[in-house]
Each structure stands twice: as structure tokens, then as C-alpha cells.
DNA sequence: TTGTATGCAAATTGTTTGCATACCC
DNA sequence: GGGTATGCAAACAATTTGCATACAA
């Protein structure tokens, strides 16, 4: 995908997306600095951002803003639900095989040039629930 | 809804709240700033901040982070689903009846005691499309 | 060999905080 | 009158940028 896009083929990049493909915690680009800073001690934070934000671009890796905390990033490239804990701030995700349609109504109704898509439901996680 | 809660009514809390249900354009805290200083020229960028803040936590208005760009503000207590350009970077409300439905399954199916939603598509617009 | 990607550090942006004063209740 | 909300400015945190060097093609 890289390269047919005559982008360079790096350690640093095919790092950050196996990182991102083997995981289902939706890590900070921190986190994923801090992960594989061990392997890559050479490894600078700007590039993970760099890498990111080509990645996204690339279409291969979705961006989460929230509002406050920090931005997170997701390499399941299906269309899906977030389901986000405020407490705990962990998110996990829920497949809903409705999103294809929903998608394709929102085309027809809205006349967009649809290129990604973003659900999130968020409250407290049973977890989190029952702890008080 | 102030009064009840113990929070005090103030001409700054009311015209922002005020601004966000009589506009669709789901502003940034600096446009709702820059909106409302002809009318209150000594309102500072801080009190907008804490006010939204307060909004949210209160449930009235919702909170739209994006990656990159600034946090935008949407006063539509219903949900709905948001499009956005990501040329132009307008946001438009679309109204979506089967969302309902489809938070009493996430609800049912994670365990979450859910306290909101939001629902993105992201591509070009009509009009964007047009322009080239 | 050529030029793009990296790493470092400084700059930038949006947002938050601390504190003295104003003003809602 | 009591105490919270405001305005100001400084602080903060995440992200971006500029530039010299390293390295993929």
C-alpha cells in the first residue's frame, strides 16, 4: 500500500501499523510510542504522530477525537460501534452489520462523497459499575 | 436546570446556551466567543470554556472532538447523525429514527449504562464535490 | 545516488488553571 | 453577606513544524 503509493517501506511505519493491526485497545499515540520504544529505542514521538496522520490519510487507520483526552486510533478498517467507558476510559467494540445500510442511506439522502464513518455510544462499563 | 442543580443563572451562561439552540453550525468555542462578543464585550474565551464544560457534565450539549480540528459544540439534544466535509468542514444533522432501537441493543448487549451517542459520516459535500 | 523519512527540539494551538474582583442568590 | 462565577493572564498538554542527518529505493 506504501509503496504502490511510492511512499518508503520503514521499520518505523510497518511497526506502528502491525501495532496497531495486533491490538483492540485503541491506543494514544503515546501509548504506541511508549510500546514500541523498547523494540525502536531510537524511535521519536514525531513520527509516530507523522506516521499517524499518513496512515489515516492512507485511509488504513481510523482517528478518535474526543474532547478532552487525548486523540486514539483504531486499525480495524470495518465499519463498527465504539462503545466507550467514561470512567475507565477503555473502549471496546460492537459489530453491527446495520452500519452498511445506514450507510448507504446517509449517501443517497445527503448526496456526499461518503469516506469514513464513526459511531460511538458512551456511558459506564459494567466493570466500572459495579465497583461503587 | 442551573437553578435546580444549585448553579447560579448568569447573562454568560444563558446567551451561550441560547446561541448553541438557535444555531445549527455546531461551533467552536472560539466562534461562540467571537459570536457573542458584540453583545457582552467583556466575556472572556475562559468563562466560554467553563460554561461548556458545565453544559456538557449537565447533559444539555454535546461534545464533538475531532482529531485535528478544534472541539465543536452541538446543542441538538436528540440523536441524530452529524455529516461532515472534510473540505469545507460544515457538519450537517441528520435526522435518523432507527438510532433509538439501536442503542437499546448496544445497551442490552454490552452491559453499558449508556449516557449518550453520536454517530459521524465523513466525506465531501454536494457542494464541495461541485467546486472541482 | 537521490530524495524522502527520521529524530530532535522548538514552536504552535486549543484548552485549563489560579487568583482577585464582581455579582447572583 | 456569603460564596460562586467571571475575567485576565499565565500555564499546560497534545500535536506540528523546521531542519540536519540517515537510509530506502
Given at each position: 500500500m506504501l509503496s504502490s503509493n511510492g511512499l518508503r517501506v520503514t521499520p518505523q511505519r510497518l511497526s506502528i501499523y502491525e501495532y496497531l493491526l495486533s491490538t483492540?485497545?485503541?491506543?494514544t499515540a503515546d501509548e504506541i510510542y511508549q510500546a514500541l520504544r523498547s523494540r525502536f529505542p531510537m524511535m521519536s514521538q514525531a513520527t509516530v504522530y507523522k506516521t499517524l496522520e499518513l496512515l489515516v490519510e492512507l485511509g488504513l487507520v481510523c482517528e478518535l477525537g474526543f474532547g478532552d483526552e487525548p486523540n486514539r486510533y483504531d486499525?480495524?478498517?470495518?465499519a463498527h460501534i465504539n462503545i466507550r467507558c467514561t470512567r475507565c476510559h477503555r473502549i471496546y467494540d460492537l459489530e453491527e452489520p446495520e452500519l452498511d445500510r445506514l450507510a448507504r442511506t446517509v449517501q443517497e439522502r445527503s448526496g456526499f462523497r461518503l469516506s469514513g464513518q464513526r459511531h460511538e455510544f458512551y456511558g459506564v462499563c459494567p466493570d466500572c459499575q459495579r465497583q461503587r
Open positions: 483492540r485497545s485503541h491506543p486499525g480495524n478498517p470495518k
